[in-house]
């Protein structure tokens, strides 16, 4: 017992040197890529023209030159992507301002964040709502205060609001139906609905 | 090996589908100002295609996800450590959904550039021609890409991710196309596979190889991966495997091969799978002359030890690899335990298929305890040796570094 606890102590230690010497192994340490895109003007075309192919990964785990963003441009142009010559450029805009190897992103965008350390960004962001949901402008669902502006009035708008993040549905806002979200606690609901009714 | 690094949890599958499908029918629907042009319409189920959780659900879980969309995935080096790679350790590298195809009703079409144009049931295949059995590499154009620096976009490979030496069982292709009478003036054959996208627009994945690569005897119309049915993800009823080229030539699905009188025009051959012919700087576009990736420079990885393995001083280590090259023959593979300093030779297995990765190991007894590192350097029959570090090309293809695992010994 004693000598398998100290074979795992030891590979610890050794793992830590390895990682701290292994010059030639870049990807396997690092952290996984963001699954949407950054907030900022642009993201919501970017999204509708880009994620739909692939995933937002192809784009969150990349740095490139503009240059290099504007040849994947064509490059998915001559594959398909749907994208129409005047969204060229608002793409590439976005793109070469949120995903430079170059530069520093722009700083975050007000409309479409949450405050530093809010627990509802997290969920946000771990539960894919944006990838669908804004805050101010309807993207594929509609914008965060909207919903709140529709069920705000009701007294027990949190508890709607949650029963309906858990288990979607469609035909309150459009035929797009919202997937349900069947693994989120009930702490987190009431936090994701509580967050959203306050997007008046 | 942690197989939530990433995206992995399978039962998150099913709703990243259905978020991105989402995405993609709101954009049709033109809901917002900007995006009310009038986009394709895509499917609201990809009928036809077979989900990713069915896919991972047969494979090792030491295979990292890299991309769930389309779906890529590969094993470490220390997991190749078999003489043929099992089908649970295959890379998967798809450009569109994973098709899932009725091999009763599946037929292989050959066109073109043909005195007769004929088509193939599998039974007539399994039929008409020899059958052929073969061990062979195939690896992606951009396996390894997270070696280069800056980094490229597009999958982003371990150092020995993307590649894989299966068996594979088929037909060879020459006498597919001697069936229906190559013309004298064809020069390429492009393959076509039954892959398909979210929306109607995506291009298919076509690529054409010179007729000189379609004739040699290792390139064939496969049916069977480890004397077994082609897995669906890897082709499944019928793929070509033009060993040792880059990966996209094989492609999977096949359907139609269209015999050409010049190389095929299309986003594949063109724009994708391109290399420069010499040194460019990061970030500068790819050269108008630039080549199209054919066959693997020369490679190698270490499978045993996997890194931080941990060892005892007074014992002798067998350091084991495979080296490969895509076109030629290994002529020697060296290791050194000293970061480059000085170089030993290492056994060589004999040779098998053509274009099998050969075997080398070296029997490595420490001199003293600590932080151990092996790094394996290969070289071809015409002189060409792996680099320390391979050359920057805006796509990130043919990373061929030196590999390199530490290890522990223990006084």
Redesign the interface.
Known sequence: MKGRFDRAFRLVTGLTLIIAAQANAPAQDEPPPAKTLAPGKGVELTTARCVLCHDATHITRTKLSRGEWEFNIKNMIERGAPIAPAEIAPILEYLAAYYNREAAPPPPAAATTTAEGDPAAKLLNANACLACHQTDKRVVGPSFREVAAKYGANSSAATTLAAKIKQGGSGVWGPVPMPPNAGLSDADLQQLASWVLRQK | MNKN???HNP?DWS??D???R??????A?G??K??A?D??K?PSEPAGALANAAVMGEKHTGMTVL????LTASV?AELHHFAATPNDRMFVRNN?LTPDIDAAKHRLTVKGSVHKEVSFSLEELRKNFPLVRTQAMLECAGAGR??F?????GT????TGGMGCPVWNGVRLRDVLRAAGVQNHAAHVAGQGGDF???A???PVIRSIPMDKAMEPHTLVVFGMNDGPLPKVHGYPLRLMVPGWAGSASVKWLHTLNVLDAPFK??YMD??YRIPRDAVRP????PPDALVTEAWPVKSMITYPA??A?FKLGHSVLVEGRAWVGEGAIAKVELSFDEGVTWQAAQINNATDKYAWRIFSVEFKPAKAG?T?ALARATDDRGNSQPMVARWN?LGYFWN?V??V?F?V?A
């Open positions: 690094k990433y995206l039962k709703r990243r259905f978020l991105t989402a995405a993609a029918a709101g954009a629907l809901t917002g900007a995006l042009q986009a394709p895509p991309s769930e969309r389309p470490p569109l997270t070696g620096v800056p980094r490229p976009s982003p490979w371990q150092l996208g979210v929306i627009t995506a291009a299309g986003t724009t994708s970030g500068e576009k790819m890194p931080n941990v932080f590192t805006p570094g590999h390199r530490g522990v223990e």
